[in-house]
């Protein structure tokens, strides 16, 4: 016949009755068709089964209690601590052979020390600034091409210069802003505002004006492609006088080698000015300000290691010596160099 199975909790607080009562000699307290054991012992024999019980139940009690930690050992674990959020401000060094920008280079072909710093807020808007040594400037040739005379000291050219007087410009300092994002997939934009604020010393600058310029921009990309447009809203754009209004185009690439860590480098741009006849200037050369005109070419690699970029670039922008009378510089300077032309540079940069 089988019988009941009986609650393990209702077994566990009727055989610690039985015991301790018949360790007392009283009956236990039973209900239904459950009853105590009747059998007659000697208070020995009841004290070493009273002992014997509650061993048994403390093992019980104790395997209970293993079992419930080694359940709350295997529950879920709590979640590691998040890691810390990227700092939205970005610090940049750079050591280059020679500063070469849209083509030209700003130093003569000396090294330029470079830094920056930029904050990127998480909803796409972002400032920053940066600055580097530059020459380019009073390295320009306020004579002529059969007699050449610095900028930074042109006094000896006569009017429109100021006797006595000179200019100095050895800084470029870049601020910035505006606002990017993606959109769909792989592709993204940038708007903005960058000024390029050269200070110094503008005492005497004749057919030249001073070269603060302010430009505004959009661009669009895709994947490791762009191509951005950059217009002049500033009276003045690098010096040139009646240049408000000139523009740039660039096409860029930024192609990854593989999993080697190097990207191939590529560019293509265009630099226009309104052609302006600029009389101050040009005279009677026969040339007005789309001489300035010229287009420019990029292609170089870049390297990431042990958290330096290194890069090497070969550059080239078809940029004229002079205006149509062959004395009349534009981008020849005092020191009998095209500032275009063909150019290689080499860079080392570290981001924090």
Known sequence: MRTKAVPPVFLYRYLNAAATNRFTGAAPQTSGSWHGPCIEISSLNSLEHFMKLKRNNALILSTLLVSAAAIAQTATPAPAAAAAPASPLTENLGLVSQYVFRGLTQTNGQPAFQGGLDYAHPSGFYVGTWLSNISWFTDQNAGVKSAPVALSSPASVGAPYTPGASNAASLEWDMYGGYKNTFATDWN?????????YPGRY????????????????????KWLSLKYSKAISSYTFGVNESKGADYIDLSAAVPLGESGVSLQAHVGHQRYPGNPNVGYWGGSGGNNSYFDYTDYKLGLTKEYQGFNFGLAWTYADTKDTAPDNDTTTYMNAFGKNIGGNRVALSVTKTF
């Open 203 to 222: 005492d005497s600058v004749g057919a030249y004006r001073q070269p603060n310029t302010t430009e505004v921009y959009g661009a669009i990309g895709y």
């Open 189 to 197: 934009y940038d708007v903005g505002i960058i000024q390029y604020y």
